[in-house]
């Protein structure tokens, strides 16, 4: 799953500004997770059976939750043991699954626009059920008019023939989860890949010939140095990507780096403070931009705006209905956000047994709606009022006229002639500022 789509949440500016300390503060939906609940996701059912607006794009993202090993900073869902046939038990509920939805009238004759396979590792899967699953998926939803197929891998689950065999499916966008270049950082932060199977597998990838490559990294992994971060910035320019993605560290309380503080009684993470990760990507962006790229959002950087796009992220930041099948999907349809149960053997188990597995959902209101493409699209750095007054006839300058001035007030942004431009100093600390925006019941609340 990609973090610039996740589940997330919240701690307050002075933590933010400081000591990095257990807690998510990424924020990736709204209202926050905490107002999602079972009784409306027992109403799903219904839900599908009412045609969504023909021009509402749809997209498609299959969860895959299984991994090598369990880095000691990841707060997903993942499992390391599971064998081929548990593996293909999976695959088979999230299939089954999804036909639920692909014979649904919600569904109203749209096919998908963009696919997304995150996870865990998608990359994990051998070739003959990458082939079967994704046989099987164009069967119940054609991709014919995907514009993107996203697709997440770990550098050392990847080969030359599993990278061809991707690309063939259909995959446009490989997303590469590098993190750092440095092998003891990757090894103490417990990373399955190696440094040089970074370099194999991108060569291989960009001899596979996917028309967009995006490297994540992470800012402030533990044991991360001035110097050892400008090394990796000098090889990820070396390297050109087509799209760059900078997580700044955070350590959720699911995370085996939490599990080593409460043991040792620290409240405060073995990792770099905001202020110095924040730096670290600031240093990341301005190399990048010498050599040619453009920021595009508080954590990606693309070399060729043009022609490098992320039609996954843009289109949820407006709304658009996503269909997520797997154990802890996220969808969002007509206005609704559900999650699936969180457990892979819950979930196979609901399915199996005929039961569509949405365990929390929320109805949003469009005013709710409104603020959710708001502080969304604040993440892109520039916020155009002429969008909220067509798409929700909500002057945005006015309506939160005393959050734009107290931002503009602290030098993090002003008005130009259609919207309001975030300073890259907010850009970087984005998700700290978006809490402003919340309607008074959200405010302070947790995600969980
Ligand atoms: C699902 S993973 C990507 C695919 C694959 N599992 C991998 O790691 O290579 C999504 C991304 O989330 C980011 N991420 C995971 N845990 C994080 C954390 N605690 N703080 C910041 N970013 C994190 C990493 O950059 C990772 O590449
Ligand atoms: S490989 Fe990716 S999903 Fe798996 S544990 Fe590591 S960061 Fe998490």
């Known amino acids: 799953m990609s973090a610039e789509s996740l589940p997330s949440q919240s701690c307050d500016q002075a933590e933010v500004n400081e000591e990095t300390k257990a807690g998510n503060y990424f924020v990736s939906n709204y209202p926050p997770f905490h107002f999602w609940d079972p009784g409306t996701a027992r109403h799903l059912p219904e839900l599908l059976d009412v045609p969504s607006a023909i021009e509402t794009p749809l997209g498609l993202y ?36 999804l036909e639920r939805y692909a014979r649904a009238p919600f569904v109203n004759g749209r096919l998908p626009q963009f696919v997304y396979f995150g996870g865990g590792t998608p990359s994990y899967l051998s070739v003959p059920q990458l082939r079967s699953l994704t046989d099987r998926m164009k069967a119940l939803l054609p991709w014919t008019a995907a514009q993107e197929v996203t697709f997440e891998a770990e550098p050392g689950t990847l080969n030359e023939a599993k990278l061809h065999a991707i690309r063939e499916l259909g995959v446009t966008r490989l997303s590469l989860g590098v993190e750092n270049f440095d092998s003891h950082i990757l090894e103490i932060n417990g990373r399955a890949h190696k440094a040089d199977e970074i370099q194999r597998a991108y060569k291989a990838a960009r001899a596979a010939g996917f028309p967009q490559i995006n490297v994540d990294l992470i800012s402030g992994m533990v044991e991360e140095t ?45 990792v770099a403070d905001w202020a110095t990760k924040r730096g670290w990507v600031d240093y990341a962006f301005t190399q990048l931009e010498q050599a040619g790229y453009t920021v595009t959002s508080g954590y990606t950087a693309v070399r060729d705006p043009s022609k490098t796009k992320f039609v996954y992220r843009d289109s949820l930041w407006k709304g658009a209905d996503l269909i997520g099948a797997g154990v802890a999907s996220f969808s969002h349809i007509g206005g609704v956000h559900f999650q699936n149960v969180a457990e892979i053997g819950q979930y196979i188990d609901t399915v199996e047994a005929g039961e569509l597995p949405a365990s929390r959902a929320l109805a949003t209101t469009p005013e709710e709606r409104m603020i959710r493409e708001l502080i969304l699209q604040m993440k892109l750095g520039r916020v155009d009022s002429s969008y909220f007054q067509q798409k929700f006839a909500e002057d945005v300058r006015v309506r939160f006229g005393a959050q734009w001035s107290d931002l503009a007030s602290r030098g993090l942004g002003e008005w130009d002639s259609g919207g309001f431009v975030l300073t890259r100093a907010a850009l970087l600390k984005v998700d700290t500022l978006l809490h402003a925006f919340f309607l008074p019941q959200h405010q302070n609340s947790r995600y969980t």
């Open 62 to 97: 299959f969860h895959i939750p299984f991994c090598r090993k369990r880095c000691h900073f990841c707060y997903f869902r993942v499992y390391t043991d599971k064998n081929a046939g548990e593996i293909q038990r999976y695959l088979d509920a999230g299939i089954r699954e």
């Open 226 to 270: 001035d110097e050892n971060w400008r090394e990796n910035i000098r090889k990820l320019v070396d390297m050109a990507p087509d799209c760059v993605t900078i997580y700044q560290m955070e350590v959720p309380y699911n995370t085996g780096i939490y599990k080593q503080m409460k043991v040792d009684g620290k409240l405060v993470a073995p």
